[in-house]
């Protein structure tokens, strides 16, 4: 993790995001004074479940895996978050501790944002705060369906769920699936490493995916929404 300061080239002058566009020009001034721009390495924990939360993060650059932890060490992935999106928002509605980890797959710009400034704008701008209850309230609704997925579709069903939905992210990011392990698959699709593996290579056989190194390309996408609908 590095902290970037304004002589960095990578130094963040305004924030361009859709969301901030809302804030009038005193609440842009006070995001500015409580942001600190951050570069997180591959590998690094943006995040940490259980621990104190006192800032909320917004993805500037690079992609992040959300994911709750278990016993055992054991772990099941919630999302891939991508730029433009926040990690955190719960701790501003609820709580101090961030309830879920996240980890960086490629090197990744990130804004902390204070907490109490994200709060004091949302008090003071309905548009604002209207836009983060809505993203708030898209990211319950993808866990309610990702409980669902969980609690009652096969491992097909949900390996495929889970190649589905990492492919949607290949068109703006085409290097996705090299950035993930089959570990990381796994846990997308609540199995084991091995399991997933033999999953694969099962598909691949059949030509319904095809693997190349780490990389994953869909050959048959019809074939998984019914695999995912059937579960």
Known sequence: MKTITAQDIEYLCDINAPCFQALAPKEMDLIRTSKTQVQFR????????????????FMAKGLAIQYVEGDNNKSFNLRIIQPGEFVGLSSVFSGNTFNYSSIAISDCHVLLVEKSAISHVIEQNGMFGLGLIRRYTEQNMNLFETLRTVLYKQMMGRMAESLLYINTMKEHYPEVFTLLSRKHIADFAAITTESAVKILKTLDKEGIIKLDGKDISLLNEPYLHDLKLKG
Do not use: E, I, M, P
């Open 42 to 57: 591959k590998g690094d924990n943006l995040t940490k479940q259980g621990t104190f939360a006192s800032y909320v993060l």
